[in-house]
């Protein structure tokens, strides 16, 4: 049986080494995918952003997925202002599955 809470946190630490590689233009080699993914399969990452997807976010999940392919991303954009915040808010704490999230 898989552990969510260790899946949970290998996929945030996978999304956190992709997107400084890519940031940083380091290869992607240098990172490996944590063994669960490896065993799993395939992944999805919950990614909130107040930036719209056009203006960076999008270039940065294109880099995250050529790194690693078998870990989907489904970007939400909300609007950096108090209701998108509270919006952001609101979700945290509700429980929905917010993997990554940057203003």
């Known amino acids: 049986m898989v552990n969510l809470q260790s899946l949970r946190t290998n996929r945030r630490t996978a999304v956190i080494c992709a997107a400084s590689a890519v940031v940083l233009g380091k290869p992607s080699q240098a990172f490996t995918a944590p063994a669960v993914l490896q065993d799993s399969g395939s992944a ?5 952003g107040g930036v719209p997807v ?3 976010p999008g270039d940065l999940i294109e ?18 202002d108090d ?19 940057f203003t």
């Open 83 to 101: 209701t998108g915040n509270t919006q952001l808010d609101t979700a945290l704490q509700g429980g929905t599955p917010i993997d990554v999230f």
């Open 44 to 48: 999805t990452l919950e990614v909130w």
């Open 54 to 56: 056009e203006n960076g």
């Open 63 to 80: 880099g995250f997925q050529a790194a690693f392919p078998e870990i989907a991303v489904n970007y939400t954009h909300y609007v950096n």
